[in-house]
């Protein structure tokens, strides 16, 4: 079993930054891909970013290629979503996940653990 525990989300004004982390109890094959989730209300839960661990292959949605980037941190199990130029379109949960490499990387069961989400807020 792998935990997921993310953190860095707050309060920001439109076009600032923020950082969100997410450390992982354990790396192990199930976690050779992390990615990067998010929720507004009453919307579904949308792709935003993933990173393989090894190779550093990265994949974004439209919506945030240029502004947002991903990294990880293998001596340290985390990974990160740098967030600039941070729109109020932004605002939802952010969610950290994990899982095995498989050849699709943008849907919730692509990823086996989750973590519990941190609130991001963009305001105008």
């Known amino acids: 079993q792998v935990q997921l525990v993310e953190s860095g989300g707050g309060l920001v004004q439109a076009g600032g930054p923020l950082r969100l982390a997410c450390a992982a109890s354990?790396?192990?094959?199930?976690?050779?891909?992390m990615g990067w989730f998010r929720q507004a209300p009453g919307k579904e839960r949308e792709f935003v970013a993933a990173i393989s661990r090894f190779g550093g292959t990265k994949y974004y949605a439209d919506s945030v290629q240029g502004r947002f980037a991903v990294s990880t941190d293998n001596a340290k199990n985390s990974v990160y979503l740098q967030m600039n130029s941070l729109k109020p379109d932004d605002t939802a949960v952010y969610y950290c996940a994990a899982g095995a490499l498989k050849n699709s990387y943008r849907r919730r069961p692509d990823y086996d653990y989750w973590g519990q989400g941190t609130q991001v807020t963009v305001s105008s």
């Open positions: 354990a790396y192990n094959f199930g976690t050779l891909r």
